[in-house]
């Protein structure tokens, strides 16, 4: 089980958006905005962020992107699918795996869904389509 700090840090990066607290920029691959300092720290010790700013808000590079986007979206598919966790043993990124199907079933576990809600990995009500960062 994946603490709710730490969660909320990961999750908040796959719902970054113009709109959102945290912001990413396509060309620089970085992530901008304000997050738990411990948990960052935490995960730039472990080499999963790269710190690249930290004056006014944070700028972070999430390491191995690809992987981290790829297995977040196959946690969730997962999670929707009824499968278990398990199958993070199969991903390039376990942790990323179980991130994405822990998130699916927190939003699952409310009584009402987010309308309009967009994160990496989710299908959007607007387009049917999964949305891809």
Same mark, same amino acid.
């Given at each position: 089980?994946?603490?709710?700090?730490?969660?909320?840090?990961?999750?908040?990066?796959? =719902? $970054?958006?113009?709109? @959102?607290?945290? /912001? #990413?920029?396509?060309?620089?691959?970085?992530?901008?905005? &304000?997050?738990?300092?411990?948990?960052?720290?935490?995960?730039?010790?472990?080499?999963?962020?790269?710190?690249?700013?930290?004056?006014?808000?944070?700028?972070?590079?999430?390491?191995?992107?690809?992987?981290?986007?790829?297995?977040?979206?196959?946690?969730?598919? =997962? $999670?929707?699918?009824? @499968?278990?966790? /398990? #199958?993070?043993?199969?991903?390039?990124?376990?942790?990323? &795996?179980?991130?994405?199907?822990?998130?699916?079933?927190?939003?699952?576990?409310?009584?009402?869904?987010?309308?309009?809600?967009?994160?990496?990995?989710?299908?959007?009500?607007?387009?049917?389509?999964?949305?891809?960062?």
């Amino acid at each position: 089980m994946i603490s709710k700090k730490v969660r909320e840090l990961f999750v908040s990066l796959m =719902e $970054a958006a113009d709109d @959102s607290p945290v /912001s #990413y920029d396509i060309e620089t691959e970085q992530y901008s905005g &304000f997050f738990n300092s411990a948990v960052v720290d935490k995960y730039i010790e472990l080499g999963a962020l790269e710190l690249v700013e930290g004056d006014n808000g944070t700028t972070i590079l999430l390491n191995n992107r690809d992987d981290f986007l790829s297995s977040f979206a196959a946690g969730i598919r =997962e $999670a929707k699918h009824g @499968s278990d966790q /398990s #199958y993070a043993d199969y991903n390039a990124n376990p942790f990323a &795996f179980s991130v994405g199907y822990e998130h699916f079933h927190q939003l699952s576990k409310k009584k009402r869904q987010i309308s309009g809600y967009i994160c990496h990995g989710f299908e959007r009500e607007d387009t049917g389509l999964i949305h891809q960062q």
